[in-house]
């Protein structure tokens, strides 16, 4: 079964960091850029960033509201995709999802992990 | 404020067709396809609709998506009390990111 399950998340302070795993199973990890979509309580689904898979050069695009904030990496031999946020913000508070992207799409997600950025 | 912007709400009684636009701009929709997900209440969302107008595995063909210019609609026939959820449209733009829409709840009455 195709599966993308995610960890990592908690309560946290502001301006504190926070790392998110996601661990997938059912498909060859490494074939597939992966990406991170965000839901605060409440709102509307917001990209994070996405990383593209090594046979596209693993590089990664992210979304202003993040970006220089938090970094997306993979290790492809543990079927792990990873979010690094830092300089944590209350606005950050939100499920995080994990996605496959397939054909442009966000065509798996997992189950998501709750973040809340609260002193 | 959503780059893409959706009805808030939308409704039909059951059996109804429905439809749920979604606008953009040219550096979006106008240059990418469109995507669809709806999420049911209290679970992740799913894919519904790729590359405009297709299909995954597995989603009814009461669903369907159209594009013309810088809009797109997603249509909802005979519709069912488990389509009762929220929607959301995407397109790639152009500055290297992904932009959702803001949502529309869909209620079936």
């Known amino acids: 079964e195709v599966q993308l399950v995610e960890s990592g998340g908690g309560l946290v302070q502001p301006g504190r960091s926070l790392r998110l795993s996601c661990t997938a199973s059912g498909f060859t990890f490494g074939d597939y850029a992966m990406s991170w979509v965000r839901q605060a309580p409440g709102k509307g689904l917001e990209w994070v960033g996405f990383i593209r898979s090594k046979a596209y050069g693993g590089t990664t695009e992210y979304a202003a509201s993040v970006k220089g904030r938090f970094t997306i990496s993979r290790d492809d031999s543990k079927s792990i995709a990873y979010l690094q946020m830092n300089s944590l913000k209350t606005e950050d508070t939100a499920v995080y999802y994990c996605?496959?992207?397939?054909?442009?799409?966000?065509?798996?997600w997992g189950q998501g992990t709750m973040v809340t950025v609260s002193s | 404020q959503s780059v893409l912007t959706q009805p808030p709400s939308a409704s039909g009684t059951p059996g109804q067709r429905v439809t749920i636009s979604c606008s953009g701009s040219?550096?979006?929709?106008?240059?990418?396809?469109v995507y669809w997900y709806q999420q049911l209440p209290g679970t992740a969302p799913k894919l519904l609709i790729y590359?405009?107008?297709q299909r995954p595995s597995g989603v009814p063909d009461r669903f369907s998506g159209s594009k013309s210019g810088t809009s797109a609609s997603l249509a909802i026939s005979g519709l069912r009390s488990e389509d009762e959820a929220d929607y959301y449209c995407?397109?790639?733009?152009?500055?290297?990111?992904?932009?959702f829409g803001g949502g529309t709840k869909l209620t079936v009455l």
């Open positions: 995407a397109a790639w733009d152009d500055s290297l990111s992904w932009v």
């Open positions: 590359r405009n107008n």
């Open positions: 040219s550096s979006n929709i106008g240059s990418n396809y």
């Open positions: 996605t496959r992207i397939t054909r442009d799409a966000f065509d798996i």
